[in-house]
T-cell receptor, first 117, second 114 residues
């Protein structure tokens, strides 16, 4: 099956720093990737849709200047949390749409746990 | 807009009991896709099952089975003879044709005690 990786799996940073999270599709080309955020004991909330070669589409309430998304190639999307603060601490999950799929299936990465001190 | 409701917040069972997870969805689209995912403590989402809106046939896959009923907009999921390793958060999700976004339910935490 299709594999999506995320790096790093866990990151701890100081308040005010920027953190970059990478999402890679390892064995397929993903024209569309998604970024989700999950707070403890809550569901996944879609932050943005990342399209290769174009600007990301952000969900309502998500600050695009805060969460920078770049999808420069068909296998890589990055999420940069700029000037991170403790309230940005969360579990960030990316997914990639199966381009061959007929069920709108998404393949999920293992997630990145961000802790901002 | 799509909406997925998982009314059960937590379920606790003893090993070997069956567990049924409820999922009710809302959409105006006639073509849509339903999914169940499992999220163990490690955090990684594990795909379990999917169904499209045109296929109401219910199936069994190993210890998993599902009951899809369009008349009640429900997509319930059952784990038969539960095991401790089934302890996780289970999410029901929905997407519609031409919009690849997934709408997730709130999740149901299943605890299987030995």
């Amino acid at each position: 099956g299709a594999v999506v990786s995320q790096h790093p799996s866990r990151v701890i940073c100081k308040s005010g720093t920027s953190v970059k999270i990478e999402c890679r599709s390892l064995d397929f080309q993903a024209t569309t990737m998604f970024w989700y955020r999950q707070f403890p004991k809550q569901s996944l909330m879609l932050m943005a849709t990342s399209n290769e070669g174009s600007k990301a589409t952000y969900e309502q309430g998500v600050e695009k200047d805060k969460f920078l998304i770049n999808h420069a190639s068909l296998t890589l999307s990055t999420l940069t949390v700029t000037s991170a603060h403790p309230e940005d601490s969360s579990f960030y999950i990316c997914s990639a749409r199966d381009p061959q799929g007929i069920y709108n299936e998404q393949f999920f990465g293992p997630g990145t746990r961000l802790t901002v001190l | 807009a799509q909406k997925v409701t998982q009314a059960q917040t937590e379920i606790s069972v003893v090993e070997k009991e069956d567990v049924t997870l409820d999922c009710v969805y809302e959409t105006r689209d006639t073509t849509y896709y339903l999914f169940w995912y499992k999220q163990p403590p490690s955090g990684e989402l594990v795909f379990l099952i999917r169904r499209n809106s045109f296929d109401e046939q219910n199936e069994i896959s190993g210890r998993y089975s599902w009951n899809f009923q369009k008349s009640t907009s429900s997509f319930n999921f059952t784990i038969t003879a539960s095991q401790v390793v089934d302890s996780a958060v289970y999410f029901c999700a929905l997407s519609v044709r031409n919009d690849y976004k997934l709408s997730f339910g709130a999740g149901t935490t299943v605890t299987v005690r030995a």
